[in-house]
């Protein structure tokens, strides 16, 4: 189970990759807000993988900026190449984290103000999260230079 898990987990996380570097700098920071709907993505992805998430902290240059009730957008614009380190990062916390995950970790709970959820709920919550901001890019990517990476149907090899 662990393996397909993470083959499709992974699936995901690789299309998000893709549309990454698929994005020319000249979309990157437009009124589409292409860096911030990955960034966001990113921050939510890493943070559903931390196991208490009261003790959740992005590593820097990250901020907590999503946590924000008001919806501040983060101080400043995060590069490509900023974001893809933390989607390397956040893939690599994935993938270790389904690699060692043990009935009672998945039987876990995962809480915040919002979600009370086992950890293996919340992988999928979370697969799922990623999945759909892919699509969203995706979808830019075919509105501003009419392609759009191909789909990945199973993780790429290695974590």
Known sequence: MRETLWKQFGASIDMLENSLKMCPAEQW?????????AYHCLFYLDY????NPKQFSP????TLS?????????DEVYSKDELLDYL?????KCYELIASMTEDIADQ???????NYSVFEMLLYNMRHVQHHAAQLNLLLRQ????????????????
């Open 29 to 37: 920071d437009t009124g589409n807000k292409f860096w911030y709907v």
């Open 109 to 115: 709970r995962w809480v915040n103000d919002y979600k």
């Open 48 to 51: 559903y993988l931390t196991l």
């Open 144 to 159: 501003t230079i009419e392609d759009a990476p191909k789909w990945v149907s199973q993780a790429r090899a290695g974590s």
């Open 59 to 62: 590593t820097p240059p990250f």
């Open 66 to 74: 999503e946590f924000d009730p008001k919806g501040a957008m983060p």
């Open 88 to 92: 390397e990062a956040s893939r690599k």
